[in-house]
Structure formats: structure tokens, C-alpha cells
């Protein structure tokens, strides 16, 4: 079939589509900033286009000749109102798929009860979005899955170091009472691409689980069994409520507040598969149990192939570059280091670049960069416990630290778009430059837009700061290429 993929660039998405290209299905993957794209293993087996979820003309042009869609986008974590943001990318959809002629969606959603009124923010609309897609013409195959358990999943990845950070924890009364049924991300990937094969799930909202029914205690001892660690202390308080619990989250684990507070409102409702609409009437498959799936999760963690990640999701927007023409007129504060070599080539340096931040840290002052961290973490922010995807790889749209890839140019250009909370917009770039002489010169360029007043103050209070940490940076750099 000719599929289109919304969300190529997600957590799902970019894991579902090497799975269609196997299955024989030809693909188009939809995205906002295509460059994301360019890094991946499959790029040059499928069709790039350009589209928004929340610009329908966008969507009219991309999925011209395509006979499903699956819908892999949500806003949860993002900024702004994320349930009306999902309902206006839901009716954009609706609607240019009437237009265009394609025959069913495909989307993934949440477990829970039907009834919206017992159910989180996140979960209601992640149902409601399953509503809106169906109002239409173009018949809709909903799966429903409760938490995902795979290297690089938000889930994961807030059950992995909330056991391995802490020793001993207090939590709400409903950790220990609320049920779930988590779902290996793999078996998640094939019932999404068996749907395509079957038609009796046209139509139909079907709920997908592993064999596992348990509380999310039982879900962190589990997970402390399977990674070899002694299982935590956990006491069940009665006064600690989802906000506080997502700021605790927050702190402990590299999700932002913005995620976390969706995922932690979530934990209060039973999310169990009911018989009825459970898949495997229709689908024959075995899934794996949770202490497979985490087992799973945790060899490919271990062996840096970690593919796709929830960082991978950003609501930061294909920006103008600093220099280009829509920056003109505005105030841009900017500190440039030039540091050259005659004993490194370009690609040695660029190599040393491409590896900064996660585990190696940040070549100067890294207790500083840490607490600058804890600090953004503090105020809600992405803090530096995302790390990295892999120790030396990067990809356009790559988590490092608090920082995104937001260019890519091997081995000549890094550019870093910075996500910590600061009072303005802020980038740290890159570039590798072999001169006249021969020599190999690293152009260093940090670059900040400031917001108002508060923008202004906070370039000219940490400039005498910033200027030791840049200029011993770029000389550390090269220094580490020789």
C-alpha cells in the first residue's frame, strides 16, 4: 500500500516506518522540518514531505495519491494548550484525508475508560482525538495502548531512573492500587502494521496489552529485578497529589515538567484492555511480558542502539537561522572564538565537537553546566539529564543535553539550539575550516536573542562568565582533536 507516516520524526513513528518498508509498503513520511530525517537508516527508501498537522494546506499536497495515514502526532508535553492543539491537527487531518481521497487512518491513542469524565487531561484527549478523526468520512482503526516499555520511551525511561536514582521513595496511595497493563514497543510496531493486512480492524477502536496486569509498584520492582538492582523502598503517603509527584518526576528523572505532569496524571486511572476489545481476537500474536519487554529495553540501552527516543519530540519550530534576513533589526548579542591547529584535520576536530556533552561533558566547567541544569529543572525546564542518543553520533533534531541539533553539516558544521528556560532564544555553533595556510580552524559562535529587559540583563550579568567558559572550550576542543 502507499502509506503516509504523521510523526515519522516521533518515538513510534520512526520505528514503525522500517517496519512498513519490510512489510513491502511503499511510504511517505510527513514532517515538519524534514533535515530531521536526513541521519536515519531508511532515508533513501522513502518519500519526504514537508507538512504541519496544523497547516491543513500542508497536509493536502502530502498525502495526494495515499491510501493510509497513520496519525503518530500528539502535543503532550509541549507548550501551550496541548488539548486544543491536538484537536485542530486531528480536524486538519480529517479533513485533507476526505480531500485527498485516502481510504483509512491509523491511529495510536491511549487505554481507558470511555467516559472522559474519569479520565486525565492527557488520556480525554488522547480519545477525543480518536473522535474527531472518526467524525469523518474516511474510516479510522483506533489502537489504544497504555504504557509503552521500550529503550527511549517516556515511560521507560521515568520508570528506569526513578528506580535506579533512588533507593527509597514516596509516593501517592494510587501507585500501589492503580492497574496497568504495559506493552512492549515491539509488539506495539506489529500490530500496527498487521492492521494493514486485516480488514475486519477497519473501523474499529482496539485495544492492545501484554500478558501483565499490574500496579506501578509491582511495575519498579519488576524493573529492579530484570536490572539487577535491590528492589526500593516504596511508601505509599496519602497527601502527595499528581502536581507535586510530576515536579518530584521532574527532578529525579531527565523528563521535563511538561511531560511529566501529563504521564503522573495519567497513573491515576486503570488503564486494563477490556475483553471485548482486546486485538488478539482479531490478531493472532503473542506479546511479550514486561519482564521481557524491560529486558529488551535494556540490552539496547546498553548496547547505544537506542533508534528513536521521546526527546526525539520537540514542539520548537523549523526557525530562521540567527543570520537570515528575518533576524534583521533585532537586538542579537553574540560572542565569537577562533582557535586554529596545524596538528588536527577538519574531520578530526569535527569529530571531537560531534562528541561533546552527555557522558563526556562539556570539556570546561562542567560542575557549572550541571548546576546550570538543576537549576533549569527547578524552574520546569529540560535540565541536562536527557544526555545524548548515542556517545558520537548526532542526527538534526538529537537531544543533547538541554541543547537540540538544529544543523548538521559533517564535517564542516554543529549547530546547538539551546531548550532551557532562558529570557530569549539562544544557539551555540560550530564550524571547521581548513585555511589558506593549511591549517584547520574551529569558528566558535554563541549567539543569544534576548527577551525584553529580563533578556538584556541576563546576556550582560553572565557575559564576563560565558567569555572564560567559551574561550576555554574552543581551545579545549581543538585541544582534544591532537
Partial sequence: MRVAVIGATGYVGGRLVPRLLAAGHEVRCLARNPDRLDGVDWRSEVDVAAADVL??????????????????????GHSG?????????????????ERTGVERIVYLGGLGED????????????????HVLAAGTVPVTELRAAVIIGSGSASFEMLRHLVEVLPAMTCPRWVTRTKCQPIAIADVLYYLVAVLDDARTTGE????????ILTYRDMMDRYADRAGLRRRLIIPVPLLTPRLSSHWVNLVTPLPYGLAR???????????????????????HDPYTLDGAIERALA????????????????APASPMPQDPD???????????????????????FAVVAGIGGDRGWFVANQLWALRGLLDKLI???????????????????????????????PHLLRLRAEMKVPGEAWLEWRIVETNDGSTELRQLARFHPRGVAGRAYWWVLLPIHKVIWRRLAERLVAGSQ
Avoid: C
Fill in 55 to 76: 497547516d491543513e494546506e500542508s497536509l493536502n499536497h502530502a498525502l495526494l495519491d495515499i491510501e493510509v495515514v497513520y496519525y503518530l502526532v500528539h502535543a503532550m
Fill in 81 to 97: 494548550d496541548f488539548e486544543q492543539t491536538d484537536r485542530l491537527g486531528a480536524e486538519n487531518t480529517r479533513r485533507a484525508a
Fill in 115 to 130: 467516559d472522559p469524565g474519569h479520565l486525565s487531561d492527557h488520556l480525554a484527549s488522547r480519545h477525543e482525538v480518536g
Fill in 205 to 212: 477502536i482496539l485495544e492492545v496489552g501484554g500478558p501483565d
Fill in 262 to 284: 501529563p504521564l503522573v496524571d495519567s497513573l491515576i486511572n486503570d488503564v486494563v484492555v477490556h475483553p471485548e476489545r482486546d486485538i488478539r481476537r482479531l490478531i493472532d
Fill in 300 to 315: 539496547v540501552v546498553d548496547d547505544l542502539e537506542i533508534k528513536t527516543s521521546w526527546m526525539d519530540s520537540s514542539d
Fill in 327 to 349: 533576524w534583521a533589526g533585532g537586538t542579537m548579542f553574540q560572542n565569537i572564538q577562533q582557535v586554529s591547529t596545524t596538528n588536527a584535520s577538519v574531520e578530526e576536530v
Fill in 380 to 410: 520546569g525546564g529540560v535540565g541536562m539529564r536527557r544526555g545524548r542518543r548515542h556517545p558520537d553520533n548526532l542526527r538534526v533534531g538529537d537531544a543533547l543535553d538541554f541543547f537540540r541539533v538544529e544543523a548538521l553539516e559533517q
